[in-house]
Structure formats: structure tokens, C-alpha cells
């Protein structure tokens, strides 16, 4: 893969990475309140997101510039189990119809901001509170250092070589979303997300008809996993609970992220989220078309030494310079827009449940805000030097570890929406069994997020995060029914 400065490319890159720019400064005037200085409106963009701005932004959030690159790049890997991303964004929407308006209006009407928040309303245990405020926030660094690395994918196949060009868009970034907050990305959503459909569509159309067809490009995957002798285009006997495990499991920690979360939060009725959990699933669509780009690179025969360079290469390989510039655009803005929303969702945390939580319980309104948007440049930087001075593989653990985390925060979130049964005690207990078991599974099968396991016949492979979070309830029940009759005796 070739990288050299194509300057048509870099040219049309440039234009549209400035359009967004400018929108990003002119969304701290779309729809502004009288007074900004409130983490509602700056974190939350005032609760008021209908339903199309809602369906941008959290699609433009879900659906990041690192699963545009890593989707493809896994299916080209591995062949069909890359494709666990399409149940797992399927199953997520009956979850989030049933749960997600019922967390939205316990937000609204207590004012919270965050799941910390929601947690020490309903259990009034600052330990919970924290054991979730601080899950959310190390779960969330990774995925931001993710967006940079399919940012850099980008850059590399333009001839953007080095530092500096990321840390450029990503000062440009924390500039108007220290402006602007919530509203720099819903807006600049708008065009992410018609420039991504408008490049995977043509990209789904017109390079099989480069390769032979959609028959060829089957068979020339086929024919590159077996001479490799990995992968394949079905799934193997062992790999259908694995598969469907970390489908399930996936889906249920989706909605558990602080960015996802603050999506649901700035929406402004229950019925805007159940109409996006009827709507969104057409992101998924456009996700199964993206990851069919892995078997045809194997058909165009590319010559690249990650599987992350294979949606840029293709696009480089097979459309002229205006249009692969295009693309790497629509690839580069989907990484500002869930990096702007997770920024600004872990410093919600820092401030809510750390901030005023320890440091300053009487913070005013426009303090909080202050500290908001302090905390989101602050977290973009951390990011960054993740990226610069760590290699890829240690963020891309992480964000594998970073999934199993933010599911054992479930119980805590989501039960207390339903039965007042379970207590703090309990919760916290199963938080920590989970959050630490779940760790050092990961950690002995050599950071990979399956577990073997064999109940007397043969052997499979489980989801970590799911054993985790199975281990996590049980211990709360237990923890629960031994002291729910020693506090009623009381």
C-alpha cells in the first residue's frame, strides 16, 4: 500500500475536514439556550435532541471511524466470525426499546447526567456510585485512542505520515467541542453520516464489478483462508457459542458506555428513543455492506501489512484520487464525531461523580460546566498520548477488556429500573467479582476475550464479559439474601 502524498486526495480530504470544522464552531449557535454555562446544555445539548438528531447522533456515536476500519479488517482476518458485529447490533435494539426509555425519564426527572448519578439516586451508596463512574471512564480512554487509530489508517494511505497531522484534527476537535459540547457533534453527525453512506454504497456497487463480481470475490476469499490455513467463509462447529456469546454480550454492554448513554439522555421523550430503536437498525444494514469489504480485498489481491490498511488500500486501489480523498474524509470525521460524544460523557462522569461528588459538593451550575469542558480536553490529550507513545495492539486490549468492564455495570444501572430488591451491598460486591474475575480471564488466555470451557462433553468457547456478568449477578443475589434479613431485624 502505497504511501505517497496524493494531492487530489489530500485536496478534497482537506475541503471537507474544514467544512466540519466550521460547522463545529457554528453548532455553539444551533439551537442555543440563553445561558450555556449549565452541564445540561453543554454536556447533554439541553435534553432536546428529536428523533433525527437522536438517530444521527447516536448512530454517529455507536458506529464509529474504528469499526468502519476494524469490521473489514476482522472479516479479512478470520472470515465469518468477523461478522458477530451484525447480530450484536441487532439484538441491542429490543433492549434498548424496553430499558432505555425508562432510564431516560428517571434522568429527566432527578436531573441526571450520568449512570453514576442515576446509580446514587437509586441506592444512595457513593461506593456504587463510584465503582460505575470509574468503570465508565477507563472503559471509555480506549475507545477513544481507537477513533485515533482509524483516524491514522486514514492519514497513512493520504501520505499524512507522522504526529502531527492527528494531533492537528484532534486540537481542532477539542477546540469546538469545548465550544460548542453535545451540539458539535450532533450537527457535524449530519454529514458524517451521508458522506460514510454515500462511500460504502458506491464502494458495495462498483468494486465487485472491479473484481469479477460478487461470485469472485467469495472464491478469492475462500482460496486466501485455506492457503493460509485460518478462517473461513462459515462458521466452524466451535466457534457457533463463541460467536453467539459475544454477540449477546455485546449487545447488552452497548448501551452501558458513557457516550452511548449520552445519546439517550440528550434525547427530549421516551418515545424519540423507542423510534431509534426501530430506526437505527439501518445502520446495521450499512455495517454488513462495510464488512464484506474484508473478502474483497482478498479478491483485489492487496498488499498491505495490517488488516486495518485493507478498507483504506481498496478505496486507494480501485476509485480515482477525488474519490478515495472522499472517502478517507467520511472515514476520518466518523472518528470526531463518538470522539467528541465520549469525551464529553467521561468528563460528564468526572464532574457528577467525582467532582462534586469529593472534591466540591457545592459547585455551582457554571462551575460544573467548567469543569465539564476542562475534563474533555484533558481526556482527548490522554487519548492522544495513548496513541503516541503506547503501541496499537495495548489500546486495542484494552478496548476488548474495556467491553467486558462496562457490562458488569449493568445490574447496577439497569435493576434498580424494575425492583427496589436489590441494595448497594450487594451490587457493589457483584461489580467488584465481575469487573476482577472477568480481568484476569482476559489476562490468562493471553488478552483474548473467550474463555474454553467443557461441561462433560465437548469442549466451547464462551464470552468472558457474559461469564463475568453471570458471576456479578449471582453475587449480588447471595450478598443480598444473607444481609436483606439482618437489616430488617435491625
Sequence with gaps: MTTSLDPVAVSVFVFFFALVTV??????????????????????????????????????????????????????AVGAYGFFA????????????????????????????????????????RGLELAVALTGVIATMPYIALQLVGMAAVLQALGLTGELPLAVAFIILALYTYSAGLR????IAFVKDIMIYIAVIAAVALIPSKLGGYANVFASADAAFKAKGSGDLLLGGNQYVAYATLALGSALA?????????????????????????????????????ALL??????????????????????????????????????????LVP???????????????????????????????????????????????VIAFLPTQFALDLQLLGGIWILQTLP????????????????LAGWLVGFVGGTYLVWINGLKPLQALSLGGAPFTVYIGLLALAANIAVAVLVNLVTVPASKTA
Design 86 to 125: 451484525l447480530p450484536y447490533t441487532i439484538i441491542v435494539y429490543p433492549f434498548v426499546f424496553m430499558v432505555m426509555p425508562l432510564l431516560w425519564k428517571r434522568a429527566k426527572d432527578n436531573g441526571y447526567v450520568t449512570a453514576g448519578d442515576v446509580v446514587f439516586g437509586q441506592y444512595g451508596s
Design 184 to 187: 458539535a457533534p450532533a450537527l
Design 412 to 427: 447496577a444501572l439497569v435493576f434498580g429500573l424494575y425492583s427496589k430488591w436489590f441494595r448497594a451491598p450487594g451490587l
Design 339 to 385: 470522539a467528541a460524544v465520549m469525551s464529553i460523557g467521561a468528563s460528564n462522569l468526572f464532574t457528577r461523580n467525582f467532582w462534586k461528588a469529593y472534591v466540591n459538593p457545592q459547585v455551582t451550575d457554571a462551575g460544573e460546566a467548567k469543569v465539564a469542558k476542562i475534563t474533555s480536553l484533558v481526556v482527548k490529550i490522554g487519548a492522544l498520548l
Design 23 to 76: 460547522l463545529g464552531f457554528v453548532a455553539s449557535r444551533w439551537r442555543a439556550p440563553k445561558n450555556m454555562a449549565h452541564i445540561d446544555e453543554w454536556g447533554l445539548g439541553g435534553r432536546n435532541f428529536g428523533t433525527w438528531i437522536t438517530w444521527f447522533l447516536v448512530g454517529g456515536d455507536f458506529y464509529t471511524a474504528y469499526t468502519v476500519i476494524a469490521v473489514p479488517a476482522l472479516v479479512y
Design 254 to 290: 452497548a448501551f452501558m458506555y458513557p457516550h452511548t448513554l449520552t445519546g439517550i439522555f440528550a434525547s427530549n421523550s421516551g418515545n424519540t428513543i423507542r423510534k431509534n430503536a426501530v430506526m437505527l437498525p439501518a445502520y446495521t444494514l450499512l455495517l454488513g455492506l462495510l
Design 294 to 335: 474484508g473478502y474483497m480485498g482478498h479478491a483485489a489481491h492487496l498488499n498491505v501489512s495490517s488488516p486495518n490498511q485493507v478498507v483504506p488500500a481498496l478505496f486507494q486501489t480501485l476509485f480515482p484520487s477525488w474519490f478515495a480523498g472522499f472517502a478517507f474524509a467520511a472515514i476520518a470525521i466518523g472518528a
